[in-house]
């Protein structure tokens, strides 16, 4: 539970089935759309996947351009430092 495939699937009630990938892919099938997508991440770091495959799935039409608030908060991704303290964000452009 909680974990971003899972808030994916329950938010859109199994519209979009995204599946985790290794180093750095992220993948979603998108059945009522007949497509699937693919977000591969060059250095292989998990925190820039969410948003990106996100961002993908507004611009196919899979998602809203405003999310419910579990995804809008993994659109734009706090980072913290080592004092847990916010020192940027992950966001997509585009």
Do not use: M, W, Y
């Amino acid at each position: 539970t909680e974990r971003f495939d899972t808030i994916l699937l329950e938010e859109t009630s199994g519209r979009v089935v995204p599946k985790l990938g290794a180093e750095g892919v992220h993948c979603a099938a998108v059945p009522g759309l007949g497509i699937g997508v693919a977000v591969k991440v060059e250095d292989g770091a998990q925190r820039a996947q969410h948003p990106a495959l996100l961002r993908v799935l507004q611009l196919v039409g899979a998602l809203p351009e405003t999310l419910p608030p579990r995804l809008a908060k993994i659109l734009h991704a706090p980072v913290s430092n080592t004092r847990r303290e916010t020192v940027g964000i992950v966001r997509p452009v585009a």
